[in-house]
């Protein structure tokens, strides 16, 4: 019943900004972190950013700086505002939600319980 649905990919310029959105529902999230990752063709899904409901965030070294993870708590909504985009971030971008920790960010995929159903970035050079 759980559902998390992303939305803001596309097809945008090297350089170009986009903005993802995952409007999740089906459980309170207030105590939940949620995140997002990624997954280009032939690699592993990676981490990207997480942030808790009490604000607290995570970023890979690969989007410090560029990207921004924000939550509406009260919307069950989080966003990733990515800046400065690279041809290398073209992946399939994942809405993720970590049920068990309240406080601690983890960047293994496999500490995240529920899943959206990606959403396509492509970034041409």
């Known amino acids: 019943q759980v559902q998390l649905v992303e939305s803001g990919g596309g097809v945008v310029q090297a350089g170009g900004s986009l903005r993802l959105s995952c409007a999740a529902s089906g459980r309170t999230f207030s105590s939940d972190v949620m995140g997002w990752f990624r997954q280009a063709p032939g690699k592993e899904r990676e981490f990207v950013a997480a942030r808790t409901s009490a604000g607290r965030t995570g970023y890979a070294d690969s989007v410090k700086g560029r990207f921004t993870i924000s939550r509406e708590n009260a919307k069950n909504t989080v966003y990733l505002q990515m800046n400065s985009l690279k041809p290398e971030d073209t992946a399939v971008y994942y809405c993720?939600?970590?049920?068990?920790?309240?406080?601690?960010?983890?960047?293994?995929?496999?500490?995240?319980?529920?899943w959206g159903q990606g959403t396509q970035v492509t970034v041409s050079s």
């Open positions: 993720a939600v970590d049920t068990t920790r309240r406080w601690s960010i983890v960047v293994v995929a496999t500490a995240y319980d529920y």
